[in-house]
């Protein structure tokens, strides 16, 4: 007998349906404790798609032009919107949560405290309770962005465009609780060291995600 180590052919139809059924149970799944949900664009080679007719924006970003005001836990909806797309997963923040987002070497020398989430661009997205600002020595770093009121996250299995975002945390590690937004920004702080630089911003070496006015 001779073996292969090539892989099985697999329609594309049936990784596209394998692909919004594992969204759409990730989505349930965020709803089901509360984290409300709303359909991102969905990849397409290295552009992202929302059927908008004429939408100009080519990174990740809302489906639908109301994504505020549609963001919901309600089941039946939440099926309907990825019956036909593979859509990204975004959570809405803002009002269960917030989130920190920092890059990948300040990040590892931070405690993940509650869920955390990472893109494979090098971003992580600490989930943190809402309300509370920055702090002024992370209001003055580029790197460092808070996403609270009118702003949204991809959350895991979303496909980007470098690879999955995952879990480095997941939220049943931690039984979908959420820490205190200063504790987290604390050890945030406390992991920037002798790099801060006081009384004037620090020039990021990676950017946030491109989103949020979409």
């Known amino acids: 007998m001779q073996w292969t180590s090539s892989q099985p052919f697999v329609p594309p139809s049936v990784l596209d349906r394998l692909d919004r059924v594992r969204l759409r149970r990730a989505a349930l799944r965020y ?3 509360g984290w409300p949900v709303t359909p991102g664009s969905y990849l397409t080679g290295h552009r992202f798609h929302c059927d908008r007719p004429g939408c100009p924006i080519t990174g990740c970003h809302p489906a639908l032009d109301s994504w505020i005001e549609s963001a919901t836990g309600d089941p039946d909806r939440i099926t309907d919107w990825w019956r036909r797309r593979p859509h990204a997963v975004l959570l809405t923040t803002g009002e269960s949560f917030d989130v920190l987002e920092v890059p990948a070497p300040l990040a590892r020398r931070t405690p993940g405290l509650g869920p955390v989430a990472v893109t494979a ?8 309770r809402p309300g509370r600002p920055l702090r002024p020595e992370l209001e003055r770093r580029l790197d460092v962005i808070r996403h609270g009121v009118g702003s949204w996250i991809p959350a895991p299995p979303s496909r980007m465009v470098e690879g999955p975002v995952r879990w480095a945390v997941t939220p049943t590690q931690v039984d979908w ?5 200063d504790l987290v920004q604390e050890k945030i702080a406390a992991a920037l060291g002798p790099t801060l630089v006081s009384g004037r911003p620090i020039v990021p070496r990676q950017l946030s995600t491109s989103r949020r006015a979409a």
């Open 31 to 33: 709803a089901e404790h």
């Open 121 to 128: 661009g090098g971003r992580w997205m600490f989930l943190v």
């Open 177 to 181: 609780r959420l820490p205190d937004a």
